[in-house]
Structure formats: structure tokens, C-alpha cells
């Protein structure tokens, strides 16, 4: 009796250990078709036709700002960002309390006293590993203990100039001060390197990670990137999206034998991903695919497997119409919250001033941030 007893109490615990294994997994993602009418409903769902204005903008015409990404810890929100003053790209970090009014906070990532380094003069960071729920927490979410950013860095001065590599850095600490990221000593991919492909042997630019959920791969981390290349003429290419995977961070290989993006000219870039409506969205801009005149602008694309995506053919989501961005309203970054579409972008005005704007879903009212006019800096002085 005593040994059946026995028996019956492991029996027990075995179904309460099976029981608890089974509650802990995490329920696969849903597939849908990905239809016309599902592209209408998402479409339906991130649009924002309300342009509230400028958010950031430079203090003086000395600097120009680009690329914002948001995250959000205890309540409050945080946005590293980029500034170009002449020699290259430095990433910076601003915080708010609204998504409206932003105030700086300084560099994380700043240019190399150490002449010698790779990227001495360009560090454009982008968080990795975010929470990816629509209007969900917007954690930016560590790995092996570490807050991770994908960033193009190089060593020749100018906007976006010479061959640009792709890095890696991490934060010990999620950022919340102005304090400098550490940075894997070399380049995790590189447009020069013996496996560069036909689209991205020219240079490279925006990086954006997220985990494969999934292992749609067969790895644990996705990288999008944006690449230049060709396999006559590497530097006068179209600009492409395409993919690289990693088990750890550090170490990155190209995916696939295609970019994901092509629109064969111009520029198709700045990858940003959403889980929306058991669906993946790709927010990305696209730019003079049908000649200069056509500008910059924001589109997106929708895959259920984060390898194959179908491109939106309607109304873009954000385009030149006001005078701040009348040159180019493009490279999104985009949150909802409390029922609200938050697109963030870069808005550039024909006088070549560069800012972050927004868009929204509902009408919010009018920002009174404006660009410094040229007269007002003479008053200034």
C-alpha cells in the first residue's frame, strides 16, 4: 500500500509539472492570410491624418536632427535621436512625460577621441529588442543583461558619408541619463566584407532588430537593414531592405538571396516593426522611386512570417504637405497609445532644415515648436 502510494503521489506531481510546463509556454502567433482587405484594415488602423507639427527641432541652423526611437519605462518616455552638425552622426537622448514635448538630455553616443577607430566619425543608433505589441508596453527589452543597440558607424566626415558598417553597442543599464553605450570593437556586417551581397555592397545605413519569436529563421534575432548596392555598379544602386540573423548579438550573418523591399531605384529604408493585429508591419519610407520631385515619404508592408512581406499600394501614410517638411516627411517611428497613433518622422523643409515631427490618428491640436528662421538667429547674436 505503502509503495502505491507512493506511485499515486508521483503520478500527481508529474501532471501538475506537465500542467505548469504547458501554462508557461508561450502560445504560438497566429497566421493570417495576408489579403488585400487585411492590408485595409491595417491601414484603417495605423493612418494619421492629423499633422499636430513639430516636436524636436534644432536651436539654431548650425545641426539638423533625424531618426528618433521611443521607448517607455516607468511611465515615462525616452527618445534617442540623432544630430548632424557637419563632421557625422552622433545619437542623442531626450525624455517626456505627454509624446509631445521633448527635452534633451545629451549623448550616448558620441564622436571617437581614438582617430584610429572605425566609426571615429558616425554613430547612428537604434534601439534593438523592443517590445513589438501595438499600443503595448514599448519596453526596450535587455539581452544576457545588456540594452542593445544596432547603429552605422564610419570614419570619413559629412552627412552619411564614405563606406558605413553596421555596429553593435549595449547599455549595462536601461538608458534613462546621458551616458555613453559601449561598443563591440569592430563592425558586425560590413558593405566590404567577402559575404556582402549584391544589395548591400555599396554602404549601409538604419539597422532595426527585433527576437524571431517564432524561429521563422531558424535563429534568435532578426536584423532589418537598409543597404545601397549593385552588382555592376555598386555605388549608384538602389537603396534596399533587407535582413541579417544572430543566436547572440554579436555575431551576424546575412539572410536570404533577396532583399525584402526592393522598389529597383531610389530608396526603400528605415525599417520599423510592429505586431499589429496578429499580423507583422514593416513601417519603412520610400523615396524617388519615380524621379527626385517624388520626395520622401512613409509607407509600410505586412508579412505573417517576418520574411515575405506584401507591400501597401495605397495613400501613403505620411507625405510632404506643410511647409516644414516640404522637402521630405519620411523614417518612421510609430506608437499608439491610449487610442492615440503616434507617427513620428523626419521633417525637411526646402531651406534643408531637418526636425522630428508627428502625425496622429486624432486631431490633437497644432504644436507651437517651429524651425529657427535666419533673421531670428541674427536677433539672437
Not at 175 to 189: C, D, G, I, Q
Not at 203 to 209: A, D, E
Not at 303 to 330: Q, T
Amino acid at each position: 500500500m505503502k509503495s502505491k502510494g507512493i506511485l499515486q503521489f508521483a503520478a500527481i506531481i508529474g501532471i501538475l509539472v506537465s500542467v505548469i510546463s504547458c501554462a508557461s509556454k508561450p502560445e504560438r502567433l497566429k497566421k493570417r492570410e495576408i489579403t488585400d482587405a487585411v492590408m485595409e484594415e491595417i491601414y484603417n488602423e495605423i493612418k494619421t491624418p492629423y499633422k499636430y507639427g513639430m516636436v524636436m527641432v534644432p536651436t539654431d541652423n548650425s545641426y539638423k536632427m533625424d531618426c528618433p526611437s521611443i521607448y517607455r519605462k516607468d511611465g515615462k518616455w525616452y527618445m534617442t535621436y540623432l544630430i548632424f552638425e557637419g563632421r557625422g552622426y552622433e545619437t542623442w537622448l531626450a525624455e517626456s512625460e505627454d509624446l509631445l514635448h521633448w527635452n534633451h538630455l545629451g549623448k550616448v553616443m558620441s564622436f571617437s577621441k581614438d582617430t584610429t577607430e572605425w566609426d571615429v566619425n558616425q554613430k547612428a543608433g537604434y534601439i534593438a529588442l523592443q517590445d513589438p505589441t501595438w499600443g503595448g508596453s514599448y519596453a526596450w527589452e535587455p539581452y544576457d543583461g545588456k540594452y542593445w543597440v544596432s547603429y552605422f558607424g564610419g570614419n570619413t566626415t559629412g552627412y552619411e558619408a564614405g563606406i558605413l558598417s553596421m555596429g553593435m553597442a549595449y547599455a549595462d543599464e536601461l538608458p534613462t541619463t546621458p551616458k555613453e553605450f559601449k561598443r563591440l570593437p569592430e563592425p558586425v556586417l560590413r558593405p566590404n566584407d567577402d559575404k556582402a551581397k549584391w544589395w548591400d555592397n555599396s554602404t549601409m545605413y538604419k539597422s532595426s532588430v527585433i527576437r524571431d519569436i517564432e524561429k521563422e529563421t531558424g535563429h534568435e534575432f532578426i536584423m532589418y537593414y537598409n543597404a545601397r548596392g549593385d552588382s555592376i555598379n555598386p555605388a549608384k544602386g538602389a537603396e534596399r531592405i533587407a535582413m541579417a540573423v544572430s543566436d547572440d548579438m554579436k555575431n551576424w550573418k546575412r539572410y536570404g538571396d533577396a532583399p525584402l523591399i526592393n522598389h529597383h531605384r531610389g530608396i526603400s529604408g528605415d525599417a520599423y516593426i510592429q505586431r499589429i493585429n496578429d499580423t507583422w508591419v514593416m513601417f519603412y519610407f520610400g523615396a524617388f522611386w519615380t524621379g527626385w520631385d517624388q520626395g520622401a515619404f512613409n509607407r509600410f508592408a505586412v508579412s505573417n512570417d517576418l520574411i515575405h512581406w506584401k507591400d501597401w499600394e495605397g495613400d501613403n501614410l505620411v507625405e510632404s504637405s506643410e511647409p516644414y517638411d516640404d522637402m521630405f516627411a519620411h523614417k518612421s517611428f510609430v506608437v499608439k497609445h491610449d487610442g492615440i497613433v503616434y507617427h513620428y518622422y523626419c521633417a525637411v523643409n526646402k531651406a534643408g532644415q531637418r526636425g522630428i515631427a508627428l502625425a496622429t490618428s486624432k486631431d490633437i491640436g497644432k504644436s507651437d515648436l517651429h524651425f529657427v528662421k535666419p533673421d531670428d538667429e541674427e536677433k539672437k547674436e
